[in-house]
């Protein structure tokens, strides 16, 4: 008796996900001082490769599978100029890229799109607050440096409370 075949049916889920990812890689290749057919050969070609080793990896492959979307957008990333509108599209990138591996079908049946949900939004969060503060504050030196040091602050205290739950969800101790 053969071992059971995985289905070769796409999961319109996983499909989505990888839509938006090379929506992102495209948006962001748009920025790029690369040329632009070269940059969004880099955008597809890494998304591309990424959904094909997704799709084609073993059990063993696991986090490899989207080092080929993250080397292009990490590319792209750094030949953007430094501008507000790269900045966006750079941010956009990065969440569909968790977007993207959260949505990975070996790991979904364990539920880890919806565990991700919080993870991602806190990204979205951060993403908000950075442009708000670009958009919204003054251009001094000072007041953007106040703002990226209560950014970092802020992240930083939700990093450590995200990995520690227990700091902030405490039941008293019994008494006997």
Sequence with gaps: MSAPRPSTATD????????????????????????????????????????????????????????????????????????????????????AFLLWLAASPKVRAAGALRRAIPTIALAALILVLAWSSELLLPHVPAVLGIGGLLLVAVVVTIAVLVGRPELIDREPEATS
């Design 12 to 95: 319109p889920s996983d499909l989505l996900a990888t839509g938006l990812l090379g929506a992102a890689a495209v948006f962001l290749a748009l920025f790029s001082v690369l040329p632009l057919v070269l940059a969004l050969a880099v955008a597809l070609g890494g998304v591309a490769a990424a959904a094909a080793a997704r799709r084609l990896g073993g059990p063993a492959s696991g986090v490899a599978v989207g080092l080929p979307a993250l080397a292009a957008l990490g590319l792209l990333a750094c030949t953007a100029p430094t501008t507000a509108a790269a900045e966006l599209a750079a941010g956009t990138g990065a969440l």
